[in-house]
């Protein structure tokens, strides 16, 4: 089983530029969540996702956009990316009640 | 807002000794309570989980857990520590079952273990 994937696993931006990370579960899990981990704040809620065509924002979305076309992916779109948004960046995904599954990260370095 | 404080920063241990690590939540109803360990580079694997009934929960690699209503505690215990233990340690909590995907962190305890 692959679980949860999240490509890239590092990447190195410049202010301004965008990208996307990617998030894929093979689980078929209907709940998919982002979270962004820094130094000594624990995780927080970026966005997440009770279906497919559903999204809503967490505790920390500024910055960040999402979408849920489909019940595999849950790709986390940055517009225009700021050093602030430095971090190491965590999907996850579950069966509604039930504890979700982390993908392994993606370190994000902004410059 | 729900709110989690883990009060221990980093723990050192020796291996084959007894670990508690502490998490208080503040809630003004029971939440959904769930402990994960991280190791370095890695993601974050569920050790347990307390949704309802015994508030003695049983996790993997021996790790327990104990929901205290009255003290708005969730600290986990291990009876004996092993070097592979060494990781860090997240409490998190949700409202219900049905927003299992909007945790709450506390801001973890890294576990050293000493030979």
């Known amino acids: 089983n692959a679980g949860v994937t999240q490509t890239p696993k590092f990447q190195v931006l410049k202010t301004g530029q965008s990208m996307t990370l990617q998030c894929a579960q093979d689980?078929?899990?209907?709940?998919m969540s982002w979270y962004r981990q820094d130094p000594g704040m624990g995780l927080r809620l970026i966005h997440y996702?009770?279906?497919?065509?559903?999204?809503d924002q967490g505790e920390v979305p500024n910055g960040y956009n999402v979408s849920r076309s489909t019940t595999e992916d849950f790709p986390l779109r940055l517009l225009s990316a700021a050093p602030s948004q430095t971090s190491v960046y965590f999907c996850?995904?579950?069966?509604?009640?039930?504890?979700?599954?982390f993908g392994d990260g993606t370190r994000l370095s902004i410059l | 807002a729900q709110s989690v404080t883990q009060p221990d920063i980093h723990i050192t241990v020796s291996e084959g000794a007894s670990l508690e690590l502490r998490c208080n939540y503040s809630?003004?109803?029971?939440?959904?309570l769930f402990w994960y360990v991280q190791s370095p580079g890695q993601g974050l694997q569920l050790l347990l989980k307390?949704?309802?009934?015994?508030?003695l929960v049983q996790g993997i690699k021996g790790f327990e857990a104990e929901f205290k209503r009255s003290q708005s505690s969730f600290n986990l215990r291990k009876p004996s520590v092993h070097w592979s233990d060494a990781a860090e340690y997240f409490c998190?909590?949700?409202?219900?079952?049905?927003?299992?995907?909007?945790?709450?962190f506390g801001t973890g305890t890294r576990l050293q273990v000493t030979l």
């Open positions: 307390y949704f309802s009934g015994d508030t």
């Open positions: 689980m078929n899990h209907e709940y």
């Open positions: 809630y003004g109803a029971t939440p959904y």
């Open positions: 996702s009770v279906g497919a065509g559903i999204t």
């Open positions: 996850a995904s579950s069966y509604p009640g039930q504890p979700q599954h």
């Open positions: 998190a909590v949700a409202l219900n079952t049905g927003t299992a995907s909007k945790l709450t």
